[in-house]
């Protein structure tokens, strides 16, 4: 990999949080970022537990004593199944992804994020709550620089029935491209959609875009007793017909929640890359597996430019 250029950091210029439902637990939640300095990163911070971290969780110097925390780091991710999670044991956070997609596709670098419960709120399964609320909490740059990576060659994974590449960029963008494909019995047409990232983009064509699946999916969800509180009006679940009790906000929204996904994980690098992210009917298991292979090879690039310097 190879340093692009830099771009000063940035955070939020107040605190700023919202709320809403547990997909997973059905608890009612609160989450409340706040702004970090210099080189923080994103931090998730569990406030309803007691000061007393079980092992491989980090206490965070910007915590309240007591409080501990898990940097949104790929190191710390602890699963992938239908969703993102981080940390271990009784302080895990679920469902990550769109609180991360928020963040990076504001390009908010340094943010404390504080939640009451082991999720962050549902809300309309998209991230478009979390991005409203920080964008009333206005981005503010801060002094210091942020590194933005490229790569010098295409990256590609492929896996049996999915694949997912970083490629060069042409000029300084990020962009990203899904093609979903479920079949031609699938209720969820073939789509594709490819989007240049940035702030303005992700806010008016990304963030709003809600999570789906399959209705025999939410039916088995609910036989395992998760999602208590959640109807198909809170999410996109797809019958035979289309979505139930609900209507998409664009023809693709499938596929661009796909998107949002991808930078909701490619956060977890914790570095600014751009280039042309492509995947194939990939989820969140694949996202990851790029995601470390790209901080494998970020790493000696950086030792590189920190001698060279």
């Known amino acids: 990999m190879r340093l692009l250029g830099y771009r000063p950091q940035r955070t939020i210029g107040r605190p700023a949080g919202t709320a809403g439902i547990g997909f997973i637990t059905g608890k009612d939640i609160e989450v409340r970022f ?24 980090v206490e965070s110097p910007h915590a309240e004593r007591g409080v501990y925390s898990v940097p949104a780091r790929v190191e710390h991710v602890s699963g992938t199944q239908r969703r993102t999670s981080l940390g271990h044991g009784p302080l895990q956070i679920g469902l990550v992804e769109h609180v991360l997609a928020a963040l990076v596709g504001l390009r908010i670098d340094n943010c404390l994020v504080e939640l009451n419960a082991p999720e962050p709120p549902g809300m309309d399964g998209s991230a478009l709550g979390f991005a409203r609320a920080l964008q009333l909490a206005g981005v503010v740059s801060q002094p210091a620089k942020k590194p933005i990576w490229t790569v010098d060659s295409s990256v590609v994974l492929r896996f049996q029935d999915a ?3 970083l490629h060069p960029p042409k000029n300084l963008e990020l962009r990203v491209s899904y093609l979903l494909n479920y079949g031609m019995q699938s209720p969820i047409h073939p789509q594709i959609h490819t989007r240049d990232v940035t702030p303005e983009s992700f806010a008016q064509a990304i963030a709003g875009c809600r999570t789906f699946l399959l209705e025999d999916e939410a039916l088995e969800l609910r036989r395992q007793g998760l999602g208590p509180r959640t109807t198909y009006r809170d999410l996109l679940v797809f019958g035979r017909r289309g979505p139930i009790d609900n209507r998409l906000r664009f023809a693709d929204e499938p596929a661009r929640h796909k998107v949002l996904d991808i930078l909701g994980d490619f956060a977890l690098l914790g570095h ?38």
């Not at 702004?35 to 491989?56: C, E, I, K, N, Q």
């Not at 890359?273 to 194939?280: T, W």
């Not at 996202?287 to 292979?293: A, H, S, T, Y």
Request: net charge positive; glycine share 6%; hydrophobic share 40%.
């Open 34 to 57: 706040k702004p970090a300095p210099l080189d923080t990163g994103v931090v998730f911070m569990r406030t309803d537990r007691s000061p007393h971290a079980p092992r491989g969780v």
């Open 163 to 165: 694949a997912i590449a």
């Open 272 to 309: 600014d890359v751009r280039g042309h992210i492509v995947a194939y009917r990939t989820g969140h298991p694949h996202n990851i597996e790029l995601v470390k292979e790209l901080s494998t090879r970020l790493a000696p690039a950086m030792l590189k430019e920190k001698a060279a310097a």
